[in-house]
């Protein structure tokens, strides 16, 4: 399997404008998460999805972040508009049951660094 | 609700010296326990984890924890480090049952000198 897949890996934008983050899952994962990280606030978790469906969203900062994921196999996390709070390190992970267990233990991409000018 | 702590944010450990990277955790339940490693530039990747069983868990390149209940304990152990050891080290839990939320760490940097 070739894992989580986020694109972009990078993302140099300015203020204002809209950042579209994508992640399609581990195939067969039911679970998937998005988390920021920053130096001064570690790792954050955003919002979460079972089945497609958001679970829980309260560590999204504002209105101005949006999730979604249309089916089992991609999921976006979108900012609009941006501002240069939010240039972190965004992170999709996913989780699957481990015989019937869900345990908690996520697979993460690789990250997609955003700079917001 | 479960929370983690990992006491020392840097550790500079010299090359082939062994390590110990410290994590406790709170939980009012019984927990899964995780380490997960950060290398520059990447995601986290599991280290190891600790389900049931044996309190002793070896994981990838010769990492291994323990688990301690009555302490609340899950140290992260390395008899003799390399620099490619070099990383950025997370402890997480996850409650048993239910819906698994995973509570981090703060991480702890991990830097093998020469």
């Known amino acids: 399997d070739a894992g989580v897949i986020q694109s972009p890996r990078h993302e140099v934008t300015e203020m204002g404008q809209e950042v579209t983050l994508r992640c399609k899952p581990i195939?067969?994962?039911?679970?998937l998460f998005w988390y920021r990280q920053t130096m001064m606030r570690g790792l954050e978790l955003l919002i979460y999805?079972?089945?497609?469906?958001?679970?829980?969203d309260s560590g999204m900062p504002e209105d101005r972040f949006s999730a979604k994921m249309p089916n089992a196999s991609f999921s976006t996390l979108k900012i609009q508009p941006s501002e240069p709070r939010d240039s972190a390190v965004y992170f999709c992970?996913?989780?699957?049951?481990?015989?019937?267990?869900?345990?908690?233990?996520?697979?993460f991409g690789e990250g997609s660094r955003l700079t917001v000018l | 609700a479960q929370s983690v702590t990992q006491l020392d944010s840097q550790v500079p450990v010299f090359e082939e010296a062994p390590v110990e990277l410290r994590c406790n955790y709170s939980?009012?339940?019984?927990?899964?326990l995780f380490w997960y490693v950060q290398y520059p530039n990447q995601g986290l990747q599991l280290l190891l984890k600790?389900?049931?069983?044996?309190?002793l868990v070896k994981g990838i390149n010769g990492f291994e924890a323990e688990f301690n209940k009555s302490q609340t304990s899950f140290h992260l152990r390395k008899p003799s480090v390399h620099i490619s050891d070099t990383a950025e080290y997370f402890c997480?839990?996850?409650?048993?049952?239910?819906?698994?939320?995973?509570?981090f760490g703060t991480g702890t940097k991990l830097q093998v000198i020469p």
């Open positions: 600790y389900l049931s069983g044996s309190t």
């Open positions: 992970a996913s989780s699957g049951d481990l015989a019937g267990v869900t345990t908690g233990e996520l697979f």
């Open positions: 999805f079972n089945n497609n469906v958001p679970i829980d």
């Open positions: 997480a839990v996850s409650r048993i049952g239910g819906y698994q939320k995973v509570t």
């Open positions: 939980s009012s339940v019984s927990v899964y």
């Open positions: 195939s067969g994962h039911d679970y």
